[in-house]
């Protein structure tokens, strides 16, 4: 039914290489579309969808897990997690099954990052929907959540809005 889960990795590959192209246009000869027009798969400039699950998921994994160190240090443990420094308005569109829906704010989201972190995030390839998973140290899942890529993709621009727009911290 969706072939999302076989071809996420090739959507990360032609996300890295927009990307790769966008940041060098004066060393092409031809048009960003026209560049991947001969990239096997990609037929029509219509097929390369830019909000695609390879590039949600480096995003959430580039603005969400790898600058926790920086949020520790300049901002406070809890500043990024408590509900007056970051609005999560997109906690709707995930589905939880574990713990339960009253999980507040901050243990979601800190619980979020980690099984991104490490990497326990499976994409169903029947229905396209990817599922997150935490493991506390006695390996138990403690939880569970699944979402869809327009679902993570309003997630994304919460975060991206919060560090970039709203406070210049990236």
């Not at 580039?62 to 443990?77: A, Q, T």
């Not at 243990?107 to 972190?117: P, V």
């Not at 939880?143 to 997630?155: H, S, W």
Request: hydrophobic residues 35%; glycine residues 6%.
């Amino acid at each position: 039914m969706c072939d999302e889960f076989r071809d996420l990795y090739k959507w990360v590959y032609y996300s890295s290489k927009f990307l790769t192209y966008c940041a060098y246009p004066c060393s092409l000869n031809n048009s960003v579309i026209e560049q991947f027009s001969k990239f096997e798969g990609i037929q029509e400039p219509g097929n390369f969808k830019t909000i695609n699950q390879g590039s949600v998921l480096m995003i959430l994994y580039g603005l969400f897990v790898l600058p926790k160190e920086f949020w520790e240090n300049h901002l406070g443990k809890s500043n990024f997690f408590s509900e007056s420094g970051f609005v999560f308005n997109s906690k709707g569109t995930f589905t939880i099954y574990r713990p339960n829906n009253d999980i507040d704010n901050v243990q979601f989201l800190r619980k979020l990052r980690n099984s991104i972190a490490h990497s326990n995030v499976n994409i169903d390839k029947d229905t396209g929907y990817i599922r997150f998973k935490n493991f506390n140290k006695n390996r138990e899942c403690d939880f569970e959540v699944t979402n869809n890529i327009p679902g993570l993709a309003k997630f994304v621009e919460e975060i991206s809005s919060f560090f970039i727009d709203e406070n210049n911290i990236i």
